[in-house]
């Protein structure tokens, strides 16, 4: 046996060609493909003719982005490191070097470029035949903002210190006034000077004693104010977004990191500042169709929204579908406007009631063995058939702050022997069913074991993605702040997960 050289420092004579080092299945190769589908020429064209370095072509940024959110949402930092070092990136960048601050500046300046990409996955899923749009989950999960607890502010902190740099900036314009040239443009002592710092907090904070104020200045405001330190416009720039943002949200308080965020209670019974995702799945190989973030801690009024954009990416994509298809969604999407706006577009729904989702969820009834979600609808009699077997008839239909009631009652209650547990200090139990009347059309709708088993879809088509983005892709904060990033930065994992799922159908059809 002959033993090989060590070669490690050995120079090649003629450039190797990258895709001789790849395999021929690498997805790679795949996010090429992807991106070649997508118009970059406006993009690009805004550089022609301008002075400076040289800008990357559009395109080959993107083509890093959409490598990185295949391998699991990668940040700015580690996608420069990998066109060092992985020599899939090195293809797709073409022996170029961006730095993490261009690619995370892209991410910022083309959100129509990466929604863009997030249609074309809708587009090459319906060419490889991978989207059916026989059955759509919606569903929506909170995910935390990058936000803390501890940097929160309200309307006193907020004016409290507008005050004080309203006032530091007027001292250091009298002093312009007074001493001319010679006091320079410096910022007021009141903010460099430690001393005189804390002499202002401890004013401010005595004024509070006295009643002149309602709360005293928070550590969060004192940490703001210290960074007035370094551009003084920049923070009251600040404060006045912050009101603005106050204002607009209707709460109390509002977070300083994160103002677009709202607090909202985590599946883990937590409370933190988080956003909403949304995305409205296609049961048939989980490809999502529509995504966007919301700072709407409920999915009340996400449904209609959802399939406005699944319409409008649909048609992007000159897709036929037939106008009746299924529509499943939680209870959190049962209301009255909902209900109603899938009937009007002909859409066959499935959205949960509360009884539904307690039994789902195994919510303990027999500890209130006579509460109304243990008294069965019965479609053909038009009844409620009570636990113990009794059936309770439709008395009464009227309305009651313009929203319809159904009444339902019997005379047999008062020869019932738990009549006095059930009913309770009446004569008879009362069932009522109130709501526009397609939400109660719904909720009867759910009683059947037809739709329940149609129903049944969803958890595997709404949230699985999800599952995938949080454990696979480590979608368990955002790195970024403000709505609109947030939302970018949403689309992109749901792009990462529309790859995978194409590359992976499309390999195993190879195979």
Known sequence: MVLKDDTINQTMLVPMDLRNLIPEDHPCYFIKNVVDYIDCSDANSAFVGRSGEAAYPRELLLRLILMSVFDGGLSSREIERRTRTDVGYMYLAGMQKPSFKTIARFKADYPDLIDEAFKTTIKIGIEEGLVKIHHLSLDGTKIKAKASINQLTNKQQLELMKQHLQESNEL???E??????????????????????????????????????????RSSSKKLLKQANENPEKIMKKLEILSEKLEESGKDVISINDPDSRFMKNKKGNWEYDYNGQIAVDEYKGIILASYITNNPTDHYELIPLMEQVQQNLTQTNTEFSPNFQVSADNGYSTDINTEYLEQKGLDGYISSRKLSRQNKKYNLTQKPFSKDNFAYNHEMNTYQCPLGQPLYKQKEYEYKNKKRITYWTKECKNCPVQEYCAKNQRYR???????????????????????????LRSKTAELPFANMKQNMHLTEF??????????EFKLYTIGHNLKRIYNEIKRKNT
């Open 176 to 217: 312009d006034e007074e001493l001319g040239e010679e006091s320079g443009n410096a910022v007021p002592e009141t903010l460099t000077d430690e001393e005189k710092f804390q002499e202002v907090v401890e004013k401010i904070n005595k004024s509070s004693d006295e009643g002149r104020n309602k709360d005293k200045l």
């Open 172 to 174: 250091d314009e009298q």
């Open 479 to 488: 790195k970024t702040t403000g709505l609109k990033q947030v939302n970018t």
């Open 430 to 456: 009362t069932i009522e069913d109130y709501g526009n009347p397609s939400k109660i059309r719904m909720q009867r709708k759910m009683e059947t074991k037809e739709a329940q088993k149609i129903y049944k």
